[in-house]
């Protein structure tokens, strides 16, 4: 497996697409208009981590990890050489949580030094609880690939599994704050996000964020199970 993932990697960040966008993203937020106070940058660097990084680096991740290997056969060949299913899974969702990683690592650096140079009274603890939430958008993004891993191998889809993704990340966390409001559920509270969004809060406190656990054990772990579980009986021509 550690071939597999080592191979994958390889392949993604040779891929001019996902360089390019990859600069792209970083330069926007190197270049973007610096607030006046150190609340509204943070703010300003944590909005914009969580949503257009995360949308923008995703669809070039998904397509370089799922959707090639797929439509090429990739996967198939692999099933075919002995590797289980099981591990073909966990491999692109490792794959994921890599490329995530260094993305958002380098991301990170680049907010800092745009926070040192900006001239605003940002202090440590505020670029500590930074890293902290920069940890957390990685997460994010795992748990919503999990999501889209699940359609990829279940239904055999590429197309569905990046649309799915695309949606979770444009509009779940909207429509489920619009839903327990309406109906004074709550819907969101337990959900993937609400879940990470408590856990955060409490890190910010200082205290520990006991919420990450059931959201990495029930909406990353219990979709990877699902995915193997379902993946094991599905019928491919191998």
Known sequence: MRNVIRADLGRIIRKPSFLVIIVLTLIFLATRKTADVAEEQIEY???YFNTLLLFAVSIPVFLSIYSDDINSGSVINLIGKGLSRKKVILSKLIDVTVVLTAYYSVAYIVA???????????????????????????????????????????????????????????????????????????????????????????????????????????????????????????????
């Open 112 to 238: 800092l030094i745009k926070n040192m140079t900006a001239g605003i009274a940002i202090t440590p603890k505020q670029n500590m609880l930074l890293l902290v939430y920069t940890l957390f958008c990685v997460l994010r993004g795992v748990g919503f690939f999990s999501v889209a891993s699940l359609i990829v191998f279940v239904f055999w889809s590429p197309s569905g599994g990046m649309t799915a993704m695309l949606v979770l990340l444009a509009v779940s966390r909207m429509t489920l704050l619009i839903l327990q409001k309406k109906f004074t559920i709550p819907i969101y509270d337990y959900s993937f996000d609400g879940l990470l969004d408590k856990s955060y809060s409490k890190f910010a406190l200082g205290n520990f964020g006991w919420h990450i656990i059931p959201a990495i054990v029930i909406y990353i772990g219990g979709v990877v199970l699902i995915t193997a579980l379902l993946f094991k009986k599905k019928e491919i021509d191998l």
């Open 45 to 47: 660097i944590k909005e």
